[in-house]
């Protein structure tokens, strides 16, 4: 099909997240076979396009990589970039290597770096790469999937030694500024408790009771899944020992939850919107991220989609909150 453009480059950029290697390859083929544009690699996120780490991509550069998690092209979080003399010299590298277009597999702080771009005349479209599910503009980011079925395992496994040792366990999950990770995961893993950082409001001594109504009722354990922006987990875990005297242990997740193979969703999704944001780019289009909406793949304004807010599901949070009593 014809192209208005015919060379783009791919990024990704911030945290990484299980699916943008099937993104990466999914916008090459796609750009490739479907427009028969060249594709350029920036390796490094933002940083490596203001250094110029660019590499040319074939469709056999995105080989055997849709099973692997991290990204191909490594990723950062570019201080740089956030400043207008960065983002200047990204949009000179871009011209000087004849870059017309640039997909972006991030989040929103990826995607306000795009906008600049955009602004600068690169045409520009985000595609959601997190594990937090914190874009508001999407129902679905890249990586989500396989982080929450991976912390949901470890839930499984900590609930084992917590009821051996008729223990507390609390589980710390990442999100520092989103309970997602926590709310899914917290339902999955049959937790007693689920703090995120949207509701919880830091009243310990409601869990202290809780913990002890159940031990007077036989509960051999209590699972408390914190989202890592609640708080000190550790500390948590001592407190709450001292006061119930119930022997407390505080797990950190930590960054497991960002590596892996990627689920079988996480690929599907990822080779969906790095497809989307291609023919985004063909038909000319700049300062776009693809979305996911009511069962559709479609896109917004990146200013749009950055002035949108995200709240987690009142229901989803009662029900949670009314399997754990
Ligand atoms: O944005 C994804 C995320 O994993 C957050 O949940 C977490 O707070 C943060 O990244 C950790 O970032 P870093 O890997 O830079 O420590």
Redo the contacts with the bound molecule.
């Keep these: 099909m014809e192209s208005k453009i015919k060379r783009i480059g791919v990024l990704t950029s911030?945290?990484d997240a299980p699916g943008m290697n099937a993104a990466i390859r999914s916008v090459v083929r796609t750009a490739l076979s479907k427009y028969g544009m060249e594709v350029k690699g920036i390796l490094r996120g933002y940083s490596g396009l203001i250094n110029e780490e660019i590499i040319d991509m074939d469709y056999r550069s995105v080989c055997e990589i849709i099973q692997r998690g991290g990204t191909i092209l490594y990723t950062a979080?570019c201080q740089e970039m956030m400043t207008e003399e960065g983002q200047q010299r990204a949009a000179e590298v871009c011209r000087k290597n004849g870059i017309e277009g640039l997909v972006v597999i991030g989040?929103d702080g990826s995607f306000r770096c795009a906008q600049k771009l955009s602004a600068l005349g690169i045409n520009t479209i985000g595609v959601p790469g997190?594990?937090?599910l914190d874009i508001a503009c999407t129902e679905y980011t890249i990586g989500f999937d396989t982080a929450i079925n991976t912390a949901m395992e470890c839930i499984d496994k900590i609930r084992d030694t917590s009821t051996s040792h008729s223990r507390v366990s609390i589980v710390e999950v990442?999100?520092?500024k989103a309970g997602f990770i926590a709310l899914y995961t917290g339902i999955a893993g049959g937790a007693e408790d689920i703090l995120v950082n949207e509701r919880y409001d830091g009243n310990e001594q409601a869990i202290i009771d809780h913990i002890k109504r159940r031990q007077q009722t036989g509960s051999k354990h209590h699972i408390i899944i914190n989202a890592?922006g609640i708080g000190d987990s550790v500390e948590m875990a001592k407190r709450i020992q001292e006061a119930t005297g119930i022997g407390t242990r505080a797990t950190i997740l930590g960054?497991i939850q960002?590596g892996g193979t990627p689920t079988c969703k996480d690929r599907v999704y990822a080779s969906m919107m790095g497809s989307v944001a291609v023919d985004l780019l063909a038909f000319g289009q700049t300062n776009r991220v693809v979305a996911y909406k009511n069962g559709t793949y479609t896109d917004f304004d990146i200013d749009e989609a950055l002035s949108m807010k995200k709240d987690i599901n009142e229901y989803m949070f009662q029900t949670a909150t009314d399997l754990t009593r």
């Design positions: 911030g945290g979080r989040g997190t594990i937090d990442m999100g520092r890592e960054h960002r």
